[in-house]
């Protein structure tokens, strides 16, 4: 039997605390700090994640005997290290490890030391080096800020100009804070794109159901990227003989490479993928579950997320045996007007009743006098799961009408490209 804290306050989270609450052996869950939906899971508390010795305090008085950490700011911060030092038993990286989501120059880097396929690049801290180096690129780019910029620090120009602007924008005008003192620019592929996690603890590894996340804002895959508008799973396009090959040539040379560097990985890592012409190449790592494909990989795990979890921490996951529904998932994320610019909340929500096979993920939400108000821009993760995709499609929305709020905006066309196969 275990006691429980989750770290996070998102969608993701809500997913987390959801499925370990349906756990055999969990006592008792504490997310920290939470938000209206995990409180329906288990006690939110108001902690301050950023101060490792007051979690460290809260997990002594609690008798934690699990962390789960969901963001990347705290895994970035060293949180799991901190927890570590004191004997708390933390399923997620290390710093050194989550490097590997929080640079993406150590990421492109760590990626052409071991071999692991990923489009060209190059990296650069003065803005006169970058615009020169735009002059000589015979293919179209991606400018990236090297830190963590919440999902928004991923730019695709069109043009030379936009391309020059982009870039004064981050390393002059600091658009992106501290995460873009440095930047990326990368070849621009094309492909479809396939996010696959996988549990491990260092040394093996075990994948989830692969999933499709769609950023774009409008439907279409057009308008401004966003931290995912949706997204569904499995992805029929990615093949079993896909995965194998995605195991073979990215996520097991990521854990092996890790681990030859002196750096265990433990917890959940997350390839951004794109099917290429030219076959699989990485978009990017994360150190963490994705969000929003956890709210539609989890709905689908039969086996208990507790054993997946401690069997990593304990370095034992070859020995667990993880099963999964053969069912399908999609979610669909409703925001805010405005997102993901300038966003409207404090509007509150109003709720109908859901069937037994639809969820509805808080993410940007607070409550306020027992009533649910949005405070972000990402305000719920509408998920479904049924026996295909279609049905599942069909589940979330028409169920759309169940939540709403004033200036509610959220794609018409989640999970339909998996109903054209692979074209």
Known sequence: ??????????????????????????????????????????????????????????????????????????????????LSTNSIRCFGPSQAAA?????????????????????????????????SYLDHVDYPIVIKASGLAAGKGVILPDTLEESEATLKSILIEKTFGDAGEEVVIEERLSGQEVSLMVFTDGKSIAPMIPAQDHKR??????????????????????????????????????????????????????AGLILTENGISVLEFNARFGDPETQVVLPL?????????????????????????????????????????????????????????????????????????????RVFGLTAWANDIESAIDDVYSNVKNVSFDGMQYRKDIAYRALEGSK
């Open 99 to 131: 490097q590997i989501e929080a640079s993406k120059v150590f990421s492109k880097n760590f990626m052409a030391r071991h071999h692991i396929p990923t489009a060209r690049y190059a990296t650069f801290t003065r803005l006169d080096e970058a615009l």
């Open 217 to 270: 804002l409008l439907d279409g895959d057009r308008g401004p990227n966003t931290g995912g508008m949706g997204a569904y799973a499995p992805a029929p396009i990615f093949t079993k003989d896909l995965l194998n090959e995605a195991l073979d040539s990215v996520l097991k040379p990521a854990i092996d490479g890790l681990r030859s560097e002196g750096t265990l990985f433990v917890g959940v890592l997350y």
């Open 1 to 82: 039997m275990m006691n429980v804290l989750i770290i996070g306050s998102g969608g993701r989270e809500h997913a987390l605390a959801w499925k370990v609450a349906q756990s055999s052996r969990l006592t008792k869950l504490y997310t920290a700090p939470g938000n209206p939906g995990t409180s329906l899971c288990g006690e939110n508390v108001l902690l301050d994640v950023s101060n490792h010795d007051d979690v460290v305090r809260f997990c002594k008085e609690k008798q934690i005997d699990l962390v789960i950490i969901g963001p990347e700011i705290p895994l970035a911060d060293g949180l799991t290290d901190s």
């Open 301 to 377: 795990l039969e086996t208990d997320l507790l054993d997946i979890a401690d069997a990593c921490v304990d370095g034992n996951l070859k020995d667990i045996n993880i099963l999964w529904k053969n069912d399908a998932a999609v979610c669909l994320v409703l925001a805010s007007k405005g997102y993901p610019e300038k966003v409207e909340i404090d509007k509150p929500v109003v709720f109908g009743e859901l069937p037994e096979n639809v969820i509805c993920f808080h993410a940007g939400t607070k409550m306020e006098n027992e009533k649910v108000f949005t405070s972000g821009g």
